[in-house]
């Protein structure tokens, strides 16, 4: 499969940013906003495939010593075929002084794992909906 990998997504992108964090179950919000987020962001990575956006993911960073990794996503149909494996890597490639945190679906601990992240044992979140994300696992 041939993909091609950008920084930048033209304005028409946004909706399926939105729509796709939305059918993976992951948040999401109105595409102004995510084009915004991702913007702000220290590194934008966007996978295409035939000219057609299948997966993204971003990371917040200092750009010397810390990062974050959010918004990993592949639309389904193209689930399973490493394309989370190359945002990932594109990431951390980006920022390789970096130490990176984030937080992941409960039951997908096991990608990143392979991508060697280790589960912290001091995280903690303050979350707005926050009854919502312990219902969904994320907190305790």
């Known amino acids: 499969m041939e ?4 920084h930048e997504l033209p304005d028409s992108g946004w909706q399926i940013v939105a729509q796709t ?17 991702f913007e702000n962001s220290h590194t934008s990575i966007f996978v295409f495939h035939s000219g057609r956006l299948i997966g993204f993911g971003r990371a917040i ?8 990794i959010y918004d990993v996503a592949v639309i389904p149909e193209f ?23 984030l937080y992941t679906m409960p039951g997908k601990e096991d990608f990143y794992r392979k991508l060697g992240f280790r ?9 707005r909906k926050a009854d919502n994300m312990t219902l969904r696992g994320f907190t305790e």
């Not at 960073?61 to 974050?68: F, I, T």
């Not at 589960?119 to 979350?127: D, E, Q, R």
């Open 21 to 37: 964090l939305k059918e993976v179950g992951m948040a999401f919000y109105e595409p102004h906003v995510h084009k915004k987020a």
């Open 61 to 68: 960073s200092d750009g010397v010593y810390q990062a974050a």
């Open 119 to 127: 589960k912290m044992k001091t995280g903690m979140a303050s979350f």
């Open 79 to 101: 689930q399973g075929r490493g394309i989370g494996t190359i945002i990932v890597k594109n990431i951390l490639s980006n920022l390789p002084s970096c130490n990176f945190i």
């Open 3 to 6: 993909i091609e990998i950008k």
